[in-house]
């Protein structure tokens, strides 16, 4: 499992770390992993230009150590001060005993920039807010529009650590140096496709077991997974509930059905007014046209896709006593009170859109701040909430770790793939797995699948569906 923490516990930790080692031990640590990251990005250090754009904190020391150690094996290396009354003293001095070279910002930098075959970016440190000032950002931009490779220092300078937001100008980087632990920027769009490829240099921190975020792996999913045991049917399996559909959305229902079936679930029972399409397409789907009552017993229920303006039974649903996730129209429908009041979990899975209109704010707040607007959005209903997205973050009411899950592609970004995960969320719930426990594996599960199908083409959402038993057994195998 990835784990993230927080500014505040990162500092924390370093300075215990920093109290039992020598006077610059620890930064010069994370100058020889970021050196070793550089060379390894460039393949042939000697003649390389490398030019290292260098702010006034640490990570600007680290920048300047680092530099030094590739000047030392043939590379020229140039540093672009933009504090040089604050610039990191030993790192400095170090750089110049190497044989490299200081510049200050302006044209001559900007030449330096266009010429270099890889840039470091040691500008800002993990606690910078608000993007990068008005005499960094050109040569961030510099940066990104010449051939070289840009290497962020910890984090990439100009985005936010702790909230991953991007409220300015920020270092587009290939390829992020991080040192002792993931930040949650690393980890979150917007800011995660700000930093490229993350490569986490162990310098020995020692951290709290409880983390900022958490990204669940292959091991960790395939240990949620439900098995049947020797002595399993169908019932002891679990069985889903879906009442979705509508004459309108009879697709939602089917698809809803598809993702359930592949969730582990014994059974599946569906009721709305879609039976004939989902019984046309699985004849194994136990159908009822009775309402969620009579539908006989469940462990879980997925209400809402494609329910139009269903409200009755939307409420009569949220109104159960077991397990329930509310996706799409039954988020529209839904009342909040009747959430809060639910003993059983509930599990709800908006889309920015969605969840900007349950929070009452404008989408392109919840797409910049999609770690703050989960965790209020988890707090405001009392249930846990998978926020959909580039990377879908799944928050419980009561605290604890955000899991954050970036298996997916763009691809899934198709008409049908949420009802898709809501079934097969649903079928999770009702084999037994926490609310937060199905929601991330379903997300992992479902952004594999969306790979599968998709490989590098596009794909509907019953080929997302149909490709999570593949998903399925690359996770458990």
Known sequence: MRTAYSVETVRTAESELMARLPEGALMQ????GLAAACADLLGRVYGSRVVLLVGSGDNGGDALYAGARLARRGAGVAAVLLSPDRTHPGGLAALRRAGGTVAGPGAAAEDLLARADL???????????????ADAAPLAEAAHASRAAVVAVDLPSGVEADSGEVRGAAVRADLTVTFGTHKPGLLVDPAREYAGTVRLVDIGLELPPEAELEALQHADVARLLPRPAAESDKYRRGV??????????????????????????GAVRYVGPAGDAVVARFPETLVSDQGPHKAGRVQAW???????????????????????????????LADRDAVRARTAPTLMTPHAGEAAALLGVAREEVE??????????????????LLKGSTTLVADPGGGPVRVNATGTPWLATAGSGDVLSGLAGSLLASGLSALDAGSAAAYLHGLAG?????????????VAAAIPEAWRDVID
């Not at 640590?29 to 020889?32: D, H, N």
């Not at 309108?248 to 993702?259: D, E, K, N």
């Not at 269903?310 to 799409?328: I, K, R, S």
């Open 240 to 265: 889903v509930g879906i009442a979705a559909g509508s004459a309108r959305y009879p697709g939602a229902a089917v698809l809803a059905v598809s993702g359930a079936l592949r969730g582990g679930a």
């Open 119 to 133: 840039v470091v970016d040691g500008i800002v440190g993990i606690g910078g807010k608000g993007g990068l000032r």
């Open 451 to 463: 790979r599968y199908a998709a490989d590098g083409a596009p794909a509907g959402a019953h080929d």
């Open 368 to 385: 910049g701040a999609r770690l703050e607007s989960v965790r209020k959005l988890a707090l405001l209903y009392g249930a846990t909430v």
């Open 302 to 332: 997925v209400v809402g896709p494609g329910a139009g303006d269903d409200a009755a039974t939307v409420a009569e649903v949220v109104g159960t006593d077991v397990p329930v996730l509310v996706d799409a129209d039954g988020l529209r």
């Open 29 to 32: 640590r994370a100058a020889a």
